[in-house]
């Protein structure tokens, strides 16, 4: 079963896509936001992370960036959820692996998240 973490200020929204991403097969764990993202990490190990791009005082494109820049972290890929893709997409994607622009289509964020885990991890959506 792979792993994601969700990062979100937003805890409705975080709620939705545990119990979304939890009902096709993922193991799923969110956090408020914070910049010890690397102690996250190394804590829940996860496959996969996504996080929302502009958090209360964090960031999400910074803390791509420190995901990316790390050599122990840097495989793991990184979706940026964002209700201003325009002009998020304008300043950077920060190195993530696919930006999706908010409100969150969820049956399209399952085939995304499917298509950038290793091969072997495929879940249908419910």
């Known amino acids: 079963m792979s792993k994601i973490l969700v990062l979100d ?3 409705e ?4 896509i545990k119990e979304i991403l939890s009902l096709n097969g993922f193991d799923v764990e969110t956090s ?9 990490v ?5 496959d ?18 420190i995901i990316k820049n790390d050599l122990s972290t840097q495989h793991i890929p990184v979706i940026l959820l964002s209700a201003y893709d325009r002009i998020i997409q ?7 692996d696919l930006f999706v ?5 969820f049956s399209t964020l399952v085939y ?4 950038l885990l290793p091969k072997g991890k495929d879940y249908e959506y419910h």
């Open 9 to 11: 200020d937003d805890k």
């Open 13 to 16: 929204l975080l709620g939705v």
């Open 32 to 40: 408020a936001p914070t910049y010890e993202i690397n102690d996250l």
């Open 42 to 46: 190394a804590i829940h190990r996860p």
């Open 48 to 65: 996969l992370i996504i996080m929302d791009y502009l958090m209360d005082d964090v960031n999400g494109g910074e803390l791509c960036s």
């Open 90 to 96: 304008s300043l950077g994607t920060y190195g993530c």
């Open 101 to 105: 622009a908010k409100p969150v289509e």
């Open 112 to 115: 995304q998240i499917n298509n």
